[in-house]
């Protein structure tokens, strides 16, 4: 797989949400973190992922917000 985005982490999927047309995939990254991706039902399956299948979440993006607490 070669991709142009940077971001390209890889972890494992913990659950999968299977809606009316999406489905919620979250990802367990190495250090524990999850990460929670909603994409089409009809991607989910094409790619067959599952519970303990190994994946990866690739993010793209111009823009990226940043937030501080008070």
Request: proline share 1%; net charge neutral.
């Amino acid at each position: 797989m070669k991709l142009s985005a940077r971001n390209q982490i890889r972890g494992n999927i913990t659950q999968l949400r299977k809606g009316a047309v999406n489905s919620e995939i979250v990802i367990q990254l190495p250090g524990g973190e999850e990460l929670v991706s909603v994409i089409t039902n009809t991607s989910a399956e094409r790619m067959n992922l599952e519970i303990g299948k190994e994946a990866y979440a690739i993010i793209k993006a111009s823009n990226v917000m940043v937030g501080i607490d008070d």
